[in-house]
C-alpha cells in the first residue's frame, strides 16, 4: 500500500486491541505497595461517528496513555485492560498483552518505533501507550474509561499489580460533520484513522507539552485506473492525478492562518525543497476556524495557488487553494485534519464525519488482463461516517 511522507516520520506499527470479557479472567492481582507508577492521559476520547467496516459498525475511541516509573527498580507492564462504563454498566471489555502490548507501546528513549517495543520502563523511564478501544455494537455509548495495567517489577522490591488510571470522561460532543474538502473519484484515505497509521503516533511535544494533531487526519492522494497515483514521469508533479485539484472549504467559517510561497518538492526524489523544521512540516497550508474550537486544516498546496487570507469569511464549497506537494510530503497529496487550535503541531486532533461520499470496495489487479488494473467490486453510500485508513472514496 502507498506510503507518503508525512507531517512528521513517525511510522509505528500497533495492533489493535482483541476483545476480550472481563467475566472470563481472573481478579487482578491487588496493586502493589508504594504505587511506583505515573500514569496520564493528555487528550479526552470522543466518540466517534460509527463507520462501516466488514457489514459492521465499528464505533471507537483513540486515547494515549503515559505512563513514568517513579520507582527505584524497573518494571514491565504486561496487560492492559480497557472498561466503557454506562452508568457503572459495563458496555466495552478489551485487552491487550503480549505482542498486542507491545505493538502498542512507544518508549520515550529514542527507541525504533517502527517495531514493537517490550513495555519495560527503567527508573526514571517513560512511555506511551496508544489506545483504540472499539465500542460494542448495540450496546449503550460509554460515559467513563476505566484503564488498568498490570506490573511485575524486577529488582529488590518484585512483586505485580494492577493499577488504574484515573476514570476517564468521555467527550459526549458529537463529532462535527463537514463536507469533503475534495471532489472527484478514487480518493485513497493513505495513513487515515486507525492503530496502524503513521499519523495516529505523530506525537509533537511543543513548549513542553506532548500534542498529536494527526490524530485522525488523511493523506488524500487519488488514484488512475490503473490504481497508481500518477501516470507518466513519476518525478514530475504534473503526471500525478491529485495535483493542482481543487481544495475547497469543508464548512462555513474564517480563515484563521495560511503559509504561502514554500517550492514544490521533486515527487519520490528523496529530498524536499526546503530544510524541514515544524515550520515548514506542512509546507503551504490553509488553517480554517470552524467555530466551537474546532479548526481545518489543509495542507501541502501548492505555491501561489491560495486564493484567502487570515480572517476572510468562506463558506462550505469555496475553493481555497489547489492541492500541490510541499513541506513534508513525498507526493503530490493534501493532509487534512480537524484539530482543537489554529496549529497543526501544537493542537489536538479531532475526529470528523464527512456529510455524504461513497465508499468503494476495490482491489488493485495486477494482472487484470495483461495490466494493473484497480477494480472496484461494489460501492456504498455513506452519510455522516468518519473515512478510515486506506478506503477508497469518491466526492
Not at 48 to 74: C, R
Amino acid at each position: 500500500m502507498y506510503r507518503i511522507r508525512l507531517l512528521l516520520l513517525a511510522t509505528i506499527t500497533s495492533l489493535a486491541f482483541v476483545g476480550s470479557s472481563f467475566a472470563e479472567q481472573k481478579p487482578p492481582p491487588p496493586a502493589p505497595e508504594n504505587d511506583p507508577l505515573y500514569m496520564r492521559v493528555v487528550a479526552t476520547p470522543y466518540p466517534p461517528e460509527a463507520q462501516i467496516l466488514d457489514g459492521a459498525d465499528h464505533p471507537h475511541s483513540a486515547y494515549e496513555l503515559y505512563v513514568t516509573n517513579f520507582g527505584k527498580t524497573p518494571l514491565k507492564i504486561t496487560k492492559l485492560d480497557v472498561q466503557g462504563k454506562d452508568d457503572n454498566e459495563v458496555v466495552v471489555t478489551q485487552s491487550a498483552s503480549g505482542k498486542q502490548l507491545a505493538a502498542m507501546f512507544v518508549p520515550a528513549t529514542g527507541a525504533d518505533a517502527s517495531k514493537p517495543n517490550d513495555p519495560v520502563l527503567k527508573p526514571g523511564e517513560t512511555g506511551v501507550f496508544f489506545i483504540f478501544a472499539d465500542w460494542i455494537p448495540d450496546q449503550s455509548d460509554p460515559d467513563t474509561f476505566d484503564t488498568a495495567i498490570t506490573i511485575q517489577q524486577h529488582g529488590e522490591r518484585s512483586g505485580s499489580g494492577t493499577i488504574h488510571a484515573a476514570e476517564l470522561n468521555i467527550n459526549q460532543d458529537n463529532p462535527i460533520v463537514i463536507r469533503s474538502p475534495l471532489r472527484g473519484i478514487n480518493w485513497l484515505a493513505v495513513n487515515g484513522p486507525s492503530n496502524t497509521s503513521a499519523h495516529r503516533r505523530a506525537m509533537l511535544p511543543v513548549n513542553g507539552q506532548p500534542h498529536i494533531g494527526q490524530r485522525y487526519a488523511i493523506d488524500w492522494i487519488q488514484l488512475g485506473g490503473d490504481g497508481k497515483s500518477f501516470t507518466g514521469d513519476e518525478h514530475k508533479n504534473s503526471s500525478y492525478h491529485a495535483w493542482d485539484q481543487e481544495i475547497r472549504a469543508v464548512a462555513n467559517g474564517t480563515i484563521a492562518e495560511v503559509k504561502d510561497g514554500i517550492l514544490e518538492n521533486v515527487p519520490n526524489s528523496g529530498k524536499t525543497a526546503v530544510p524541514i523544521s515544524y515550520e515548514t512540516l506542512a509546507g503551504n497550508y490553509i488553517i480554517e476556524d470552524l467555530g466551537d474550537d474546532h479548526f481545518a486544516a489543509y495542507a501541502h498546496l501548492r505555491p501561489g495557488t491560495l486564493k484567502v487570507k487570515a480572517h476572510d469569511t468562506v463558506h462550505a464549497g469555496d475553493v481555497l487553494a489547489h492541492l500541490g506537494n510541499t513541506g513534508n510530503s513525498s507526493e503530490p497529496h493534501l493532509h487534512f485534519q480537524v484539530c482543537d487550535a489554529a496549529s497543526l503541531p501544537a493542537s489536538e486532533g479531532l475526529p470528523f464525519a464527512i456529510n455524504q461520499f461513497t465508499l468503494d470496495d476495490y482491489k488493485i489487479d495486477k494482472a487484470h488482463k495483461g495490466h494493473q488494473a484497480l477494480i472496484v467490486k461494489s460501492s456504498h453510500p455513506m452519510t455522516k461516517q468518519e473515512p478510515m485508513e486506506n478506503e477508497l472514496d469518491s466526492f
